[in-house]
């Protein structure tokens, strides 16, 4: 049970972000490589720091003096706090044996793949998605098949083109739900139509859930695998601590799956049972203290990301040839810039260099073709640093469109079909 009885609030007030730390310790697209006057808005990595019983956890683990080895499987401990998480909170019913720890959500996909794709397989992706999807499958020897997915696409019409992507080479189709970079989150109707039709193909459904704690209301979070209990080989889900409780740099992740055989197989896969891979002491301890004690800062982080992406919607809508749908979960926007420009890599550039602002380009690299005419923007930040970026964005997105000789015709165009 949480011991603390502070206003989780304050841990996401504009002074709680650590600026001077962030510069010195936060890579990955992010404040340590920018120049000192930009606010980046990349890589999907909280600005806020740990929560404080996650803190304290790790103080005093380290403080025990004991650093031995764990099993293959991950701690006990561990995996029992993430079976009563699932459980309660998502309505999955779990065990602890069903849980695999692992040093990552990567590592995991990775595992995943090398168990169950080989050369000349296939595996459907949507499109766009983050590129780890794709650069898993890729490094099995398999191919990847890519069906495009948006905001709008109906349930009828993902599972007609889930009917004519589908081969006798494909073995597994991989989720992101919530879905990075759009932001949907997939409904249970539309849930249970994909599983009755990759049981019925016999593929396997691997379903990376690490965004499923960031979702907003009304809408709800559905594990797969929770739909099908009796029909465990053909769900596997992989779970992450980054996205939800900021713990990005502890690389901590993990495998959740009914299938004995499966979760054999995927130790034996990963080299956990020989020692050459597994997820470290410290990191599962962290996700313990998380699970079980700093689940108020976690609704109180939804709060702050909703209010966020609020006011972030409401800004970029009135931007001249610009438009975003509010996602459903995750904290991430991904603006439509199609009208206002051809190559969302240039407009990253120039949004740097004018701006101060760091932007990830809706390039193929990152998100695959689909992305293209696109932008994403992360909102898990403060809201005078959000404010801040919106606020150096707007006069030159504004200045850019006056520049688009063909632009006020072209929203012309879109206002009149609109009608």
Wanted: charged residues 20%.
């Amino acid at each position: 049970m949480e011991k603390y009885a502070e206003d989780w609030r304050t841990c996401f007030a504009d002074e709680a972000v650590p600026l001077p730390l962030l510069k010195q310790r936060a890579f990955n697209l992010r404040w340590a490589e920018q120049p000192d006057d930009v606010i980046p808005l990349t890589a999907a990595d909280p600005d806020f720091p740990i929560a404080e019983p996650i803190r304290e956890a790790l103080i005093r683990h380290v403080r025990d003096g004991v650093m031995s080895y764990a099993p293959a499987q991950g701690l006990p401990v561990f995996r029992e706090a993430v079976a009563e998480w699932l459980s309660v909170h998502k309505h999955y019913p779990c065990t602890a044996d069903q849980v695999i720890a692992t040093d990552s959500a990567a590592a995991a996909m990775e595992t995943v793949a090398r168990l169950l794709l080989g050369r000349g397989d296939e595996a459907i992706i949507f499109d766009p998605v983050d590129f780890l999807f794709a650069t898993v499958t890729t490094r099995t020897g398999a191919d990847v098949v890519r069906i495009p997915i948006s905001t709008q696409s109906s349930d009828d019409e993902i599972i007609a083109r889930l009917h004519c992507a589908q081969s006798r080479r494909t073995r597994v189709l991989w989720l992101c739900n919530p879905h990075n970079p759009l932001g949907r989150v997939f409904s249970r109707s539309l849930l249970e139509r994909i599983g009755q039709w990759a049981i019925e193909h016999q593929i396997t459904v691997v379903s990376d859930e690490i965004w499923s704690d960031i979702v907003y209301t009304p809408h709800h979070h559905t594990a797969i695998a929770s739909l099908f209990p009796q029909q465990a080989r053909h769900f596997i889900s992989i779970y992450g601590f980054s996205k939800n409780f900021a713990l990005a740099g502890l690389r901590i992740a993990c495998i959740v799956t009914g299938s004995q055989r499966w979760r054999q197989m995927m130790l034996e896969q990963s080299g956990a049972n020989a020692t050459i891979a597994g997820a470290n002491v410290l990191a599962q301890m962290a996700v313990v203290a998380a699970l079980t004690e700093a689940r108020g800062w976690l609704q109180a982080f939804v709060v702050h990301l909703q209010q966020q992406r609020d006011l972030a919607c409401a800004r970029i809508n009135q931007w001249p040839g610009v438009s975003v749908h509010k996602p459903q979960g995750t904290y991430v926007l991904f603006p439509n810039i199609a009208l206002l420009s051809d190559d969302s890599e240039l407009l990253c550039a120039e949004l740097l260099a004018e701006a101060q602002v760091a932007l990830v380009p809706g390039a193929s690299r990152w998100f695959g073709p689909g992305a293209r005419g696109h932008l994403r923007l992360c909102l898990a930040t403060s809201k005078q640093l959000l404010s801040e970026a919106l606020d150096r964005l707007t006069p030159v997105i504004h200045r850019l469109a006056e520049q688009r000789s063909d632009l006020r015709q072209r929203l012309g165009s879109k206002e009149q079909q609109t009608a």
